[in-house]
């Protein structure tokens, strides 16, 4: 490369239309700066001649007539060190206020480490000025008035721009902080991503995600209190800060869910104990204003590598290794494999032929007899969805369900297949078969929907001879209004309830004190202990006999054998429901069931109820 003569330097310096500034930046902030040089077009344009110029800060460049907005974005730019260009205002030495095009240069000295500013001016000459009046008007200043009008305005303009300054600081700070935690928020974590995943691609710097989500949190919430939820999450976000060093990124995504970057180091040891050492901090309890609570989290982690096709996947990793995690018990860590790759892979293909399958209603009634434990015979048949598949066959809802409910769409497999009930009743009693009512589970999310009470009046199904199945952990969920709403409408129209699953959740009593279900049903996992464990019974009784004081009628579920039905039976069960009378079937199947045993589904029972009628008869 030839080297330029100093006079063709010179001649840029004399010839250049554009006004040019060279600025030194103060080493750790781009927004302050002092002018060094300046070449003559700057003068003409400003008025201010080069002996002026230098020692000026950047303010000479930026009048005082810019707008906030454009000063904040201006500060923005050059804190971050960013080229960029903009039209603003600026005022001349002598008050004049001119429109100008600049055009912000970052330079850098790999010597000396300097950071310099080259910025270059072009006067837009047909452009309006708004404020301040054209030079020929204004009275001729002498040099001591323009001297002080000068000293006015630098302290002005510097006081301004250190106000702007820290507003901008400010400014940048909040839209990048979480409020609660001070960790990075959601926005500023997605910017960092894309910078470190830059620097995979760019320079081979691997790096770890770490997914973080809290196990009971809402439970926390809804026990506690939303203080002490607050506390929780300050109190993890500072045990996650204390666990990992400046070069780490930690953010809070929303509600309890966390995540870390973590460059790689020579061994991947440093990321598995840093996930165990969380997993193991958030198993000890947490206290609150005297009371204490466990809240365990669980934790994804996912390596960003440089042979990876496409590492922006590797957050969407971190969360299936999570959820891997969250189904092995939670409490505990797991690092992303391949086969939750297919796995993920596998659940999308999922969601989307669900969304299909409500299009096109491919969702079918299954029926499963309940019987009246005192004379065997059919009381009521639960509906359960199957998915009739254009492919896979009829499918139950371990395959879908929890895909459609954190897709948000339980709601609509729910309308889809009450919307098929009506028919199905008709064609059954048509068939001439004794079907004295039926029941239908409904999700926390129709429960809360509006229409669901107007769909039921509209749906030709007499109240009287619908049960509806609340899960038991909807109240947790959201017992809100049109939840309350909801279930007092039911009432009122004659519909039953049912709570479902009893014994699962948390805090069961209460729940079934808000409800005031009339019947409530004994999840399957107690009936089945009653049978091989002698010391379960006590417990099934004590559940029984709860619902029984508060006036209930209970279901035992998943009865499997005769001894089944006749061990919860004895104990005041006042239905069963289970493989041992039959599984979910078809509607036909039942139709076919029903005008065989002619509703009769435990002979035995029914002949031994009806001889011990007799004998106390005789
Ligand atoms: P659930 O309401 O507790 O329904 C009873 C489940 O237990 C049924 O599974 C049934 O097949 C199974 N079961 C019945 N008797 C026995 C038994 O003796 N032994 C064993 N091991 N299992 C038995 P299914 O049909 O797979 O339904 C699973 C769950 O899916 C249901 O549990 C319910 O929570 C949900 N579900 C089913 N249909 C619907 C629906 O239309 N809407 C909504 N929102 N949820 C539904
Ligand atoms: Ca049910
Ligand atoms: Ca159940």
């Known amino acids: 490369m030839a080297v330029i003569p100093a006079q063709i330097f010179n001649q840029i310096n004399d010839k250049s239309a554009e006004g040019l500034v060279l600025a030194l930046a103060s080493g750790d902030d781009g927004a302050v700066m002092e002018v060094q040089w300046c070449n003559r077009a700057f003068s003409r344009i400003t008025g201010y001649s080069e002996a002026e110029a230098?020692?000026?800060?950047?303010?000479?460049?930026?009048?005082?007539?810019?707008?906030?907005?454009?000063?904040?974005?201006?500060?923005?730019?050059?804190?971050?060190?960013?080229?960029f260009s903009t039209r603003t205002l600026n005022t001349r030495k002598n008050g004049e206020v001119y429109w100008q095009r600049m055009r912000w240069t970052h330079l850098s000295d790999a010597e000396t480490g300097d950071h310099w500013?080259?910025?270059?001016?072009?006067?837009?000459?047909?452009?309006?000025?708004?404020?301040?009046?054209?030079?020929?008007?204004?009275?001729?200043?002498?040099?001591?008035?323009?001297?002080?009008?000068?000293?006015?305005?630098?302290?002005?303009?510097?006081?301004?721009?250190?106000?702007?300054?820290?507003l901008a600081k400010s400014v940048a700070r909040d839209a990048?902080?979480?409020?609660?935690?001070?960790?990075?928020?959601?926005?500023?974590f997605e910017v960092e991503l894309k910078t470190w995943i830059e620097n995979l691609k760019k320079n081979g710097t691997e790096f770890a995600v770490l997914y973080i989500d809290l196990d009971r949190f809402k439970f926390?919430?809804?026990?506690?209190?939303?203080?002490?939820?607050?506390?929780?999450?300050?109190?993890?976000?500072?045990?996650?800060?204390?666990?990992?060093?400046?070069?780490?990124?930690?953010?809070?995504?929303?509600?309890?869910?966390?995540?870390?970057?973590?460059?790689?180091?020579?061994?991947?040891?440093?990321?598995?104990?840093?996930?165990?050492?969380?997993v193991q901090r958030m198993q000890a309890p947490f206290s609150c204003e005297g009371k204490s609570t466990a809240c365990s989290a669980s934790v994804g982690v996912a390596i960003a590598k440089t042979n990876m096709e496409d590492p922006e996947q590797v957050v969407?990793?971190?969360?299936?290794?999570?959820?891997?995690?969250?189904?092995?018990?939670?409490?505990?860590?797991?690092?992303?494999?391949?086969?939750?790759?297919?796995?993920?892979?596998?659940?999308?293909?999922?969601?989307?032929?669900?969304?299909?399958?409500?299009?096109?209603?491919?969702?079918?009634?299954?029926?499963?007899?309940?019987?009246?434990?005192?004379?065997?015979?059919?009381?009521?048949?639960?509906?359960?969805?199957?998915?009739?598949?254009?492919?896979?066959?009829?499918?139950?809802?371990?395959?879908?369900?929890?895909?459609?409910?954190?897709?948000?769409?339980?709601?609509?497999?729910?309308?889809?297949?009450?919307?098929?009930?009506?028919?199905?009743?008709?064609?059954?009693?048509?068939?001439?078969v004794d079907l004295p009512r039926v029941a239908v589970n409904v999700s926390a999310a129709r429960l809360a929907d509006p229409t669901f009470i107007h769909d039921i009046k509209s749906s030709g199904i007499s109240p009287d001879r619908l049960t509806v199945e609340i899960l038991e952990s909807v109240y947790l969920d959201r017992m809100g209004d049109v939840v309350r709403w909801t279930i007092d409408e039911l009432d009122e129209l004659g519909v039953t309830i049912a709570l479902d699953d009893f014994g699962?959740?948390?805090?069961?009593?209460?729940?079934?004190?808000?409800?005031?279900?009339?019947?409530?049903?004994?999840?399957?996992?107690?009936?089945?202990?009653?049978?091989?464990?002698?010391?379960?019974?006590?417990?099934?009784?004590?559940?029984?006999?709860?619902?029984?004081?508060?006036?209930?009628?209970?279901?035992?579920?998943?009865?499997?054998?005769?001894?089944?039905?006749?061990?919860?039976?004895?104990?005041?069960?006042?239905?069963?429901?289970?493989?041992?009378?039959?599984?979910?079937?078809?509607?036909?199947?039942?139709?076919?069931?029903?005008?065989?045993?002619?509703?009769?589904?435990w002979p035995r029972r029914s002949v031994e109820n009806s001889s011990k009628s007799v004998q106390q008869a005789g």
Not at 143 to 151: A, G, K, N, W
Not at 177 to 187: I, P, Q, W, Y
Not at 390 to 408: E, I
Not at 566 to 593: A, H, N, T, W
């Open 220 to 278: 926390v919430n809804d026990t506690l209190g939303h203080d002490a939820g607050d506390r929780l999450l300050v109190s993890v976000a500072s045990m996650l800060k204390e666990l990992t060093t400046d070069s780490d990124l930690v953010a809070r995504l929303g509600g309890d869910e966390f995540v870390i970057l973590k460059p790689l180091a020579k061994s991947a040891l440093n990321i598995s104990s840093l996930a165990d050492e969380i």
């Open 504 to 601: 699962t959740g948390h805090a069961s009593v209460r729940g079934l004190l808000e409800i005031r279900p009339a019947i409530l049903k004994i999840d399957r996992h107690f009936i089945q202990l009653v049978v091989d464990d002698a010391s379960a019974r006590p417990l099934v009784a004590s559940i029984i006999g709860i619902g029984k004081s508060l006036g209930m009628r209970v279901v035992a579920e998943g009865v499997e054998t005769e001894e089944h039905a006749r061990i919860v039976s004895d104990m005041g069960s006042d239905y069963l429901q289970g493989f041992y009378f039959g599984k979910p079937m078809s509607e036909d199947d039942l139709r076919d069931k029903l005008l065989e045993n002619e509703g009769n589904f």
């Open 316 to 432: 969407a990793d971190s969360d299936a290794a999570l959820y891997h995690a969250k189904s092995q018990g939670k409490g505990r860590w797991s690092f992303f494999t391949e086969e939750m790759h297919a796995q993920s892979i596998a659940t999308k293909q999922l969601a989307s032929d669900l969304l299909v399958a409500c299009e096109r209603q491919e969702f079918i009634p299954y029926f499963q007899p309940l019987i009246d434990a005192q004379t065997g015979r059919i009381a009521c048949a639960e509906m359960l969805v199957r998915w009739n598949h254009p492919t896979r066959g009829v499918l139950a809802p371990v395959h879908f369900l929890d895909t459609a409910a954190n897709m948000g769409i339980l709601k609509r497999v729910d309308e889809n297949i009450f919307s098929s009930l009506h028919g199905a009743l008709s064609r059954l009693d048509d068939a001439g």
């Open 54 to 83: 230098v020692g000026q800060r950047g303010t000479i460049l930026v009048g005082p007539d810019v707008e906030q907005g454009v000063h904040l974005f201006i500060i923005e730019k050059l804190m971050n060190w960013e080229n």
């Open 176 to 188: 990048n902080e979480d409020a609660l935690t001070g960790l990075s928020n959601r926005r500023h």
């Open 117 to 166: 500013w080259l910025c270059s001016i072009v006067e837009l000459e047909d452009q309006v000025v708004i404020s301040g009046q054209s030079g020929s008007e204004r009275p001729a200043v002498t040099d001591q008035e323009s001297y002080e009008r000068l000293v006015a305005k630098v302290h002005r303009l510097e006081k301004e721009n250190t106000r702007l300054h820290k």
